[in-house]
């Protein structure tokens, strides 16, 4: 394991002990669980069981536990560590109590930038969310967690610079582009209603944009994108104009707070899990570039049409008071540190893609 990863896992112990308090001992249920936020989920608590002693048990449901015993066999190969082979939508209840459910499948980022259509995105998350309750429904659940995203507000007015959870736009129903939004909307209403009717704990976490070691760096994330060129392309490259305005949080830092929205987020409550410090894209860029690579070009493909004067950037940056306020959260990584840690930990894998310019 990476020396970076190693002093992440260490930092993520470290920043709220009580919540290893609060989960030793008990079970849990992930799904998404070989994605990048499930593989952190799954280092972080096998750290845990070793340095605290946590006996924290999981048991992850996945299409194909092959890929993640290719990617990290420690993790396979982790008694604590139960794969359950199943899709989302139609899976077989394993048998036994679970204590806590992370419900983090959606169809994946790969699957989403290969060309995935929205009806099956809709699909996956809708019907694969009512087949998770259904499934808490029998196994004694206490807490749920479940990770929605920040398009569920839909456009972010121009008048708003940080959205707050109170804001109730939506995206537009007659755009087909918007089925992530609908569906994670569809699904936060489901699993309200099954917390609501079976008495347990729900608590949703509308997440937003995200960097650090397994993040894929040659599909649609940006960051993900400089990242990968600033190591192994000729240029940076940005598609757009730089201008869009996005927020960055540190995977070390997203583990603490999902788990600390599992088991302190109040019952139906809904928390932005993100950073508030917004940066352009063209910004982001040059900031990749000074810290991985200063000798390399930043090449800005779009052009900012000069005559439409001062049009209202697009943003997608959240307000963080609420998690700051009620779980004590916080931003502890600065962006800078973390796209050190991310391109330090991508430069030592040989097979490291190079991106695609976003």
């Not at 069981?49 to 993640?68: F, H, K």
Request: hydrophobic content about 40%; proline content about 5%; aromatic content about 8%.
């Amino acid at each position: 394991m990476h020396d970076a990863i190693r002093a992440d896992l260490d930092a993520i112990l470290g920043r709220k002990p009580e919540i290893w308090d609060g989960l030793r001992g008990r079970s849990i249920f992930l799904t998404g669980g070989t994605g990048w936020f499930g593989r952190w989920l799954l280092e972080s608590i096998r750290h845990a069981n070793m340095q605290l002693d946590a006996g924290i048990r999981v048991t992850v449901l996945s299409r194909d536990p092959s890929a993640l015993a290719r990617a990290a066999p420690h993790l396979v190969a982790d008694p604590a560590m139960r794969f359950h082979v199943g899709d989302v939508r139609d899976f077989v209840f394993p048998k036994g109590e679970f204590s806590h459910v992370i419900h983090a499948a959606t169809t994946s980022a790969r699957e989403t930038y290969q060309g995935a259509t929205p009806l099956s995105k809709f699909d996956t998350l809708v019907d694969g969310t009512r087949r998770i309750l259904d499934f808490c429904t029998q196994c004694g659940v206490e807490r749920f967690l479940f990770l929605s995203s920040g398009v569920a507000y839909g456009v972010q007015p121009t008048r708003i610079d940080r959205i707050p959870e109170t804001y109730s736009g939506a995206p537009d129903t007659t755009d087909v582009n918007s089925a992530l939004g609908q569906a994670k909307r569809s699904a936060e209403f489901l699993c309200a209603y099954y917390a609501h009717r079976h008495d347990w704990a729900c608590c949703i976490a509308r997440c937003f944009s995200f960097v650090g070691p397994f993040l894929p760096l040659d599909i649609h994330y940006a960051i993900g994108n400089f990242i990968g060129q600033a190591l192994g392309a000729e240029a940076i490259t940005v598609n757009g104009d730089g201008r869009p305005e996005r927020s960055y949080l540190y995977l070390a830092d997203l583990v603490v707070w999902l788990l600390a929205a599992l088991l302190a987020g109040g019952n139906g409550r809904i928390y932005n899990i993100g950073s508030d410090r917004a940066i352009s894209i063209g910004d982001l860029a040059n900031l990749v570039r000074d810290i991985v690579c200063p000798d390399k070009t930043v090449r800005v493909l779009g052009q900012t049409n000069l005559s439409i004067g001062n049009t209202p950037r697009d943003r997608y940056v959240p307000d963080i008071g609420r998690a700051r306020e009620e779980l004590g959260l916080d931003v502890w990584t600065a962006l800078p540190d973390a796209i050190r840690r991310s391109a330090a930990h991508a430069s030592s894998f040989s097979d490291m893609p190079t991106g695609v310019g976003k």
